[in-house]
Nanobody, 118 residues
Framework: QLQASGGGLVQAGGSLRLSCAYN????????LAWFRQAPGKDREVVAA????????YYGDSVKGRFTISRDSANATVYLQMNRLKPEDTAVYYC?????????????WGKGTQVTVSS
Protein backbone atom coordinates (compact mmCIF):
# COMPACT_ATOMS: atom_id res chain seq x y z
CA GLN A 1 0.00 0.00 0.00
CA LEU A 2 3.08 2.21 0.24
CA GLN A 3 5.74 1.85 -2.42
CA ALA A 4 8.92 3.90 -2.20
CA SER A 5 11.30 4.44 -5.08
CA GLY A 6 14.04 6.76 -6.25
CA GLY A 7 16.95 5.73 -4.09
CA GLY A 8 20.42 5.26 -5.46
CA LEU A 9 24.06 6.23 -5.29
CA VAL A 10 24.98 9.90 -5.45
CA GLN A 11 28.04 11.98 -4.68
CA ALA A 12 28.10 14.37 -1.77
CA GLY A 13 26.52 17.66 -2.72
CA GLY A 14 24.19 16.01 -5.19
CA SER A 15 20.43 15.57 -5.20
CA LEU A 16 17.87 12.79 -5.28
CA ARG A 17 14.10 12.74 -5.25
CA LEU A 18 12.32 9.91 -3.51
CA SER A 19 8.74 9.03 -4.39
CA CYS A 20 6.21 7.00 -2.46
CA ALA A 21 3.00 5.90 -4.12
CA TYR A 22 0.26 5.27 -1.60
CA ASN A 23 -3.11 3.63 -1.72
CA UNK A 24 -5.50 6.50 -2.33
CA UNK A 25 -8.45 4.83 -0.69
CA UNK A 26 -6.49 4.05 2.45
CA UNK A 27 -4.31 7.11 2.99
CA UNK A 28 -5.64 10.17 1.20
CA UNK A 29 -6.79 11.76 4.46
CA UNK A 30 -3.81 10.77 6.56
CA UNK A 31 -0.45 12.27 7.39
CA LEU A 32 2.54 10.89 5.53
CA ALA A 33 6.20 10.80 6.44
CA TRP A 34 9.68 9.76 5.49
CA PHE A 35 11.94 7.97 7.95
CA ARG A 36 15.42 6.63 7.57
CA GLN A 37 17.62 4.11 9.26
CA ALA A 38 21.36 3.93 8.90
CA PRO A 39 23.35 0.82 9.85
CA GLY A 40 23.73 0.57 13.59
CA LYS A 41 21.45 3.53 14.26
CA ASP A 42 17.87 3.97 15.33
CA ARG A 43 15.21 4.83 12.82
CA GLU A 44 14.59 8.58 12.72
CA VAL A 45 11.91 10.73 11.21
CA VAL A 46 13.20 12.80 8.31
CA ALA A 47 10.08 14.73 7.35
CA ALA A 48 6.33 14.54 7.76
CA UNK A 49 3.38 16.22 6.10
CA UNK A 50 -0.20 16.49 7.26
CA UNK A 51 -3.18 15.33 5.23
CA UNK A 52 -3.83 18.83 3.86
CA UNK A 53 -0.20 19.62 3.26
CA UNK A 54 -0.26 22.55 5.68
CA UNK A 55 1.49 20.92 8.61
CA UNK A 56 5.08 20.01 7.83
CA TYR A 57 7.87 18.79 10.06
CA TYR A 58 11.57 18.37 9.33
CA GLY A 59 14.23 16.71 11.38
CA ASP A 60 17.00 19.05 12.46
CA SER A 61 19.61 17.28 10.37
CA VAL A 62 17.76 17.88 7.09
CA LYS A 63 16.23 21.33 7.56
CA GLY A 64 17.04 23.60 4.66
CA ARG A 65 18.16 20.70 2.46
CA PHE A 66 15.16 18.38 2.14
CA THR A 67 11.62 19.18 1.06
CA ILE A 68 8.57 16.98 1.53
CA SER A 69 5.50 17.39 -0.63
CA ARG A 70 2.42 15.44 -1.54
CA ASP A 71 0.47 15.17 -4.77
CA SER A 72 -3.00 14.06 -3.82
CA ALA A 73 -4.11 13.74 -7.44
CA ASN A 74 -1.43 11.15 -8.07
CA ALA A 75 -1.46 9.69 -4.55
CA THR A 76 2.27 10.25 -4.16
CA VAL A 77 4.47 11.81 -1.52
CA TYR A 78 7.91 13.09 -2.45
CA LEU A 79 11.14 13.83 -0.66
CA GLN A 80 13.43 16.17 -2.56
CA MET A 81 16.92 15.82 -1.10
CA ASN A 82 19.50 18.46 -1.97
CA ARG A 83 23.08 19.02 -0.84
CA LEU A 84 23.33 15.43 0.23
CA LYS A 85 25.96 14.41 2.75
CA PRO A 86 27.55 11.02 3.45
CA GLU A 87 25.68 10.96 6.76
CA ASP A 88 22.41 10.92 4.82
CA THR A 89 23.24 7.38 3.74
CA ALA A 90 20.45 5.13 4.98
CA VAL A 91 17.44 3.10 3.99
CA TYR A 92 14.53 5.49 3.57
CA TYR A 93 10.98 4.44 4.35
CA CYS A 94 7.67 6.11 3.74
CA UNK A 95 4.93 5.84 6.32
CA UNK A 96 1.30 6.82 6.70
CA UNK A 97 -1.28 7.46 9.41
CA UNK A 98 0.39 9.11 12.36
CA UNK A 99 -0.24 7.65 15.78
CA UNK A 100 1.82 10.33 17.48
CA UNK A 101 2.94 13.23 15.28
CA UNK A 102 5.58 13.19 13.91
CA UNK A 103 7.33 10.26 15.54
CA UNK A 104 4.99 7.30 15.26
CA UNK A 105 3.15 6.02 12.21
CA UNK A 106 0.99 2.99 11.69
CA UNK A 107 1.61 1.87 8.10
CA TRP A 108 4.99 1.34 6.49
CA GLY A 109 6.33 0.64 3.06
CA LYS A 110 9.48 -1.17 2.07
CA GLY A 111 12.56 0.99 2.09
CA THR A 112 14.73 2.37 -0.65
CA GLN A 113 18.50 2.64 -0.23
CA VAL A 114 20.21 6.00 -0.48
CA THR A 115 24.00 6.00 -0.54
CA VAL A 116 25.98 9.22 -0.58
CA SER A 117 29.65 8.91 -1.41
CA SER A 118 32.24 11.40 -0.19
Amino acid sequence: QLQASGGGLVQAGGSLRLSCAYNRRSFSNFALAWFRQAPGKDREVVAAIGWSGKNIYYGDSVKGRFTISRDSANATVYLQMNRLKPEDTAVYYCAADSLRWPQEFRAWGKGTQVTVSS
